[in-house]
């Protein structure tokens, strides 16, 4: 089982990022995803999920309006397409479903 994300980088506050995340090992479509964030200092933060058909979808409410996920079943992939970011949505990023994470993606908003 592998989760692998990637995107991350370093923009301007008001800038936009998308986050991918590449499965592989298990059966993609069969499980519910979430997005994770740590920020330097803080403990794990839920950001957004969304079930098996990527028609149901949930956010923190710090990012509604601002962060939509999506999922690609065919190609085994997850999505963060995050917009109007802010310096406090500086943080490691994580895909993740059930107890398994993948490594992280370091997303920096800075001026």
């Known amino acids: 089982v592998q989760l692998v994300e990637s995107g991350g980088g370093m923009v301007q506050p008001g800038g936009s990022l998308r986050l991918s995340c590449a499965a592989s090992g298990f059966t993609f479509s069969n499980y519910a995803m979430s997005w994770v964030r740590q920020a330097p200092g803080k403990g794990p933060e839920w950001v957004s999920g969304?079930?098996?058909?990527?028609?149901?979808?949930y956010y923190v409410d710090s990012v509604k309006g601002r962060f939509t996920i999506s999922r690609d079943n065919a190609k085994n992939t997850l999505y963060l397409q995050m917009d109007s970011l802010k310096p406090e949505d500086t943080a490691v990023y994580y895909c993740?479903?059930?107890?398994?994470w993948g490594q992280g993606t370091q997303v920096t908003v800075s001026s």
């Open positions: 993740k479903f059930g107890s398994t």
């Open positions: 969304i079930n098996t058909g990527g028609g149901t979808t």
